[in-house]
């Protein structure tokens, strides 16, 4: 269906929930949506309140990467309850929120490669580690990730801003990507992005995966692994599931097309179900993968998920790299 405002034709979907199913949706995405900011939140928290955290430039890693699925959470249930409160919003609004949420998409797997790169200098390069990945380098890489985040996203401004009028900005549609950035050029773009993005984002963690592997072997034909090496391979295996979670977001209107051609009875059900999958589960695993496996974040996160806040924490004095595995 095409609905317009101000004059512009712009395509909006014509189906629509009965209110029971609207409201059975949105308190299944509000519920998840606030267990998993809780959980981050509480991931935040911990890491602002012990120094044994934000001195380790891994623990830093991790974090950024916590902020930005709060960041894409953040932005993606807003605007799924948003569609269904006042269905149309202003152009300029939703125009900040898809820029958001783009940004957040395409930190993730720069991310994941960084902290990639990191283990690998930790099991295969540890005599430089502490000359390598210092905090001041830490830092400027996260600043380099949202810097190539915006080559990316920022064409996507320009192109909107060069082929639609000022007063597109003034009007109100519904609010997705491809509603607002509907130019084939910005199509173009963000699928050469992220293709070049992720195919080197894969080799990064391919790479890296192999020279820890090859580190185990010698550790262990030496009799001298103490099992880090084995929870680094797996925390790299980790980083590939979490990327390939990432990747449904550029495959998933690909299948959702096949599915609604295949079931088209079921395709408000279809939609539901991809926005839980593509958009809620994947940020569950930042959590999951690092809050929780790591011994000492684990100790210390106990006690503000449960809300009890005792200052019962002893000063860090080991000189030992701290795995996050």
Known sequence: MNSSSSGFNVSTPSYRDSYSTVV??????????????????SLIHTFRKHQIFYVNPRYILFIHLVVNDMIQMTTSISLFVLSYIFYRINV??????????????????????????????????????????????????IGSIWAMSAISTLPDVFILLATEPVELFYSTIFCQ???????????????????VYLVAVWLTLLYTYIKIILAAKTANASKSADGETNKAR????LHGFQLLLCMLTYVAHLIRKALVYSFPEHTL???????????????LVSPIVYGLRDNTFRQHLKKYLLCTMRPSIKPWTSPKIMLLY
């Open 92 to 141: 300029s609004f939703c125009f900040l929120i898809l820029i958001l949420s783009m940004f957040a998409n395409l930190n993730t797997p720069l991310n994941l490669a960084v902290m990639a790169v990191e283990c690998y200098i930790a099991i295969c390069l540890p005599l430089r580690h502490t000359e390598l990945c210092t905090i001041k380098r830490t830092y400027i890489l």
């Open 24 to 41: 059975a949706k949105n308190v299944i995405v509000l519920t998840l949506g606030f267990i998993i900011n809780y959980i981050n939140g």
């Open 269 to 283: 059900n279809i939609f539901f179900a991809s926005y839980i999958i593509v958009q809620i589960l994947p940020r």
């Open 177 to 195: 990507k491809d509603t607002l950035f509907r130019h084939p050029i910005h199509r173009t773009n963000r699928e050469v992005s992220y293709a």
């Open 234 to 237: 797996n925390t790299i295996l």
